[in-house]
Nanobody, 125 residues
Framework: QVQLVESGGGLVQAGGSLRLSCAAS????????VGWFRQAPGKEREFVGG?????????YYADSVKGRFIISRDYAKNTVSLQMLSLKPEETAVYYC?????????????????WGQGTQVTVSS
């Protein structure tokens, strides 16, 4: 049984940083593209960024977070992390990680088969 579990969410002041982690069981994340999405109350789910499988391992970010967010892999721990810098209040949302059998990360949510339960990130002004 595949399970993705996000951790690291919490409350942070505007301009602060958080590091989210996505841990997998029953699935080797290195063999999958992994995406990060977020959903704020009353808004649609939004692609934040993703990282392609280990053979390419290139990261791809939404324009809104480019230069502030960094996605990386820890192969030994079978995790993917999302480092978030200079957070803004409007980035308050539930953040989800997801795994796709496609090799290259994509902003298409439908491409992702496995999803975590999400972790709340709240950025205060």
């Amino acid at each position: 049984q595949v399970q993705l579990v996000e951790s690291g969410g919490g409350l942070v002041q505007a301009g602060g940083s958080l590091r989210l982690s996505c841990a997998a069981s029953g699935l080797t994340l290195a063999r999958n593209a992994v995406g990060w999405f977020r959903q704020a109350p009353g808004k649609e789910r939004e692609f934040v960024g993703g990282i392609s499988w280990h053979g390419v391992s290139s990261a791809y970010y939404a324009d809104s977070v480019k230069g502030r967010f960094i996605i990386s892999r820890d192969y030994a721990k079978n995790t993917v992390s999302l480092q978030m810098l200079s957070l803004k209040p409007e980035e308050t949302a539930v953040y989800y990680c997801a795994a796709s059998p496609e090799l290259v990360a994509t902003p298409r949510a439908a491409a992702y088969v496995y999803w975590g339960q999400g972790t709340q990130v709240t950025v205060s002004s």
